[in-house]
């Protein structure tokens, strides 16, 4: 094993809903924890702490904050915390976190860049890639433009990683979550029997956390199963202002459900991905989920960026590459646009910016 249970050094990227939910989960639980924020957030975090509200009460705990890598050197694990339309320009600038043994726990919706790294192994940082396929075939145009993020990192040291945790902020460094957080874990690529303790380490960590944690060996099913659930909720909760409970028992949003879902499900079908729930299933637990609004028409109604390249246009891009229709999910991507440029110029009208 490569880094202890009990004393593993963990850093997380990102002091959003889940980076902050996270932290302060592993903080109470007696990890030392490093959380990379900046603006309101760092000095929140740095004045008082983490703070998570959720069924069992408030729970707050202290841990160290910087606003870049170098501050705190090399880690074991390294969650990446922030909206998948920020990663490109800031993992290049973690290296400081990362030695031989680092393992990246990207917990970013949407379509991963790593997701065809299993055709890809890049190696250290400014080296060329050992490719089994060219690394122009591997990497999502959507979720990584120049082909940076599958160069980064080896695929070996990256977990992916499917997050079900329901959260928002209350206030910089204040996070409440009123739903049980669960994630999904799995390596993406097979790794050398010497970092198979890792996983198990990691998986430990976050049950410690209180975190329910599966591990799995086919992460891309899990990947493409939460896509699936965030292409059919997130855009429509834009437009409508609906809740989860709204989106999937009203029957006239059912129908548009349906028809996403199933473009979703032909694509994730041409690479080789099988969704772990049928129709039915995703209706009935987004039914269960209440009154829910998702992370997007949260960001809408703040007036933020919305992460459409990576929950939209990625499924898209790798739609056309296998020629597979998808009419639905364009026209919601169309339709979404057009409510998220109204909004940041309503937000820029009103000097309004985007927080982290």
């Known amino acids: ?14 002091a959003g809903a889940i980076g902050t939910t996270l932290a302060a989960r592993l903080a109470v639980a007696g990890y030392t924890v490093s959380v990379l924020a900046r603006g309101d957030s760092l000095a929140a975090i740095k004045r008082k702490g983490v703070c998570l509200i959720d069924q069992q009460g408030q729970h707050t705990a202290s841990v160290i904050a ?8 090399k880690q074991d694990i390294v969650f990446l915390c922030t909206k998948a339309h920020s990663v490109p320009s800031l993992l290049p600038q973690l290296q400081p976190l990362f030695g031989q043994h680092t393992c990246l726990v990207p917990m970013v919706n949407g379509t991963p860049w790593w997701l065809l790294m299993d055709a890809v192994e890049p190696c250290a940082a400014n080296t060329a890639p050992i490719a089994t396929a060219p690394i122009e075939t591997v990497h999502i145009k959507a979720v990584d433009p120049e082909g940076e993020l599958v160069r980064c990192l080896p695929a070996s040291a990256i977990i992916g990683c499917v997050v079900y945790i329901s959260a928002h902020l209350q206030a910089p460094g204040v996070a409440i979550s009123n739903t049980p957080p669960r994630l999904i874990v799995g390596d993406i690529v097979a790794t050398p029997d010497a970092a198979n303790g890792r996983m198990e380490t990691l998986v430990k960590v976050l049950e410690n956390g209180g975190i329910t944690t599966r591990h799995t060996e086919r992460i ?6 939460k896509i699936a659930a965030n292409l059919t909720s997130n855009p429509l909760s834009v437009m409508t202002g609906a809740t989860l409970a709204q989106l999937y028992s009203h029957p006239s949003l059912q129908k548009v459900v349906s028809q996403l879902f199933e473009e979703t499900h032909l694509t994730a079908q041409a690479y080789g991905g099988r969704l772990e729930m049928t129709l039915q299933e995703l209706l009935d ?4 989920m209440g009154a829910v ?4 028409l949260q ?3 703040l007036g ?3 992460e459409l390249a990576a929950i939209v246009e990625g499924v898209i891009e790798l739609a056309d590459r296998k020629r597979i229709p ?11 646009r057009y409510f998220e440029d109204s909004a940041l110029r309503q937000s820029h009208a009103h000097g309004g910016k985007e927080n982290s």
């Open 1 to 14: 094993m490569l880094f202890s249970i009990a004393s593993p050094r963990i850093a997380i990227v990102g």
């Open 285 to 288: 637990l987004g039914e269960r």
């Open 293 to 296: 609004r998702t992370s997007m």
């Open 326 to 336: 998808v009419p639905t999910i364009k026209s919601i991507l169309h339709l979404t």
């Open 220 to 225: 891309r099913d899990a990947v493409w199963s």
């Open 299 to 301: 960001d809408y109604q």
């Open 66 to 73: 910087a606003d870049n890598g170098g501050e705190l050197g």
């Open 304 to 306: 933020r960026a919305l």
